[in-house]
């Protein structure tokens, strides 16, 4: 089967899956009910990340005999589909849900699926097997910590989808270039149900740590440039904005006291993310989503031209202008939220 065409596929049963899932959603009882931090005004069904999932295994089924060398991130994603399903349904304690994504990352790495850029020595797997860790664990919840705004987590992994598949296409690495077509394409299907103008169903939990989960796996499986330093920034720079978010709030927790454990950092809800603190600015919800869009794919471009060896280190430092704005932001946000008036 042609790509054009299995990525079409995709789309549609996509598409046409997710209302069946919004139903079956309602009929569980599983809505994400406003208040507190919420936004949104109605309740509204959480199952989107099922539709999501099931649109990428159809993929898989179709094309498995090109992915099989991929089948343990696939066994560990769907470990994680399947937690997430269960804490929308029933909740699911912080530490539960820690340990489920500990084992599932420990699986991958266990088949060989890590960071490989320590030199040689005693310390290279222990300090390998940490970094990769963190790596999975934290772009996972960072992406859990992005699906605050419709659209914004599923319209940003397909932006951070189409920046890994520019690189993976141009470098010909055509096992993984199908795994992010099947995933964006799935993206692409349910993106109208959860459009930045009006949501009729969120992903859940479920469905922003399966895209969390995945997208850091992608990014351990590509081989992004020959200089072992520069492509460790490539997947950070297309994943710029959710580790961005997830850093800099987890610092400002810290800082003012909100959190001291790892438990207490996932279980911590609040508005004070980057996307929380463009709509306190004045933008609309929607305004909000787009804006980050344009931050997401102004990074994913750095990251191609890195990917190509195009001035590195000065695309770099644009990056790092980028974030510096980001970071300007959220402060002018947070001040504007405690009533901060410049004198």
């Known amino acids: 089967m042609r790509i054009p065409i299995l990525f079409g596929i995709i789309v549609l049963l996509v598409a046409a899956v997710t209302p069946i899932m919004s139903k079956l959603a309602a009929r569980l009882g599983m809505l994400d009910i406003p208040g507190g931090r919420k936004i949104h005004s109605q309740a509204t069904p959480l199952l989107g990340g099922l539709a999501i999932y099931l649109g990428f295994l159809a993929g898989l089924i179709l094309r498995f005999e090109s992915l099989t060398e991929y089948l343990p991130i696939f066994i560990s994603a769907t470990f994680i589909m399947i937690v997430g399903l269960i804490d929308d349904y029933k909740g699911l304690s912080a530490t539960i849900r820690m340990v489920c994504q500990l084992l599932a990352a420990l699986l991958i790495i266990h088949y060989g699926f890590r960071v490989s850029f320590i030199p040689v020595g005693f310390w290279k797997d222990p300090v390998e097997i940490f970094i990769t860790l963190v790596w999975i664990l934290g772009v996972t919840n960072a992406f859990n910590y992005l699906d605050g705004l419709n659209g914004l987590a599923t319209g940003s992994a397909i932006l951070n989808l189409f920046c890994f598949w520019s690189i993976l296409n141009s470098t010909k690495q055509y096992a993984l270039e199908l795994v992010v077509i099947i ?103 929607s305004g909000a989503v787009i804006f980050i869009y344009f931050v997401s794919l102004s990074l994913g471009i750095s990251a191609i031209m890195i990917s190509n060896d195009m001035e590195a280190w000065l695309t770099l430092s ?25 004198q």
């Open 318 to 342: 644009q990056a790092s202008i980028i974030f510096g704005v980001i970071a300007v932001l959220i402060v002018v946000g947070k001040r504007h939220r405690s009533g901060w008036k410049r």
């Open 183 to 285: 995933l964006m394409g799935a993206c692409l299907g349910f993106l109208p149900y959860n459009n930045p103008k009006k949501g009729k169903i969120f992903l859940g939990d479920a469905g922003s740590t399966f895209l969390g989960f995945m997208l850091a796996s992608v990014a351990l499986m590509g081989d992004w440039a020959s200089n072992d330093v520069v492509k460790l920034f490539i997947p950070i720079l297309i994943l710029g904005v959710p580790i961005f978010d997830m850093i800099f709030t987890t610092v400002m927790r810290i800082k003012e006291e909100k959190i001291k454990t790892i438990i207490e950092w996932l279980r911590f809800g609040g508005r004070d993310h980057f996307h929380h603190y463009l709509v306190d600015l004045g933008l609309l919800p």
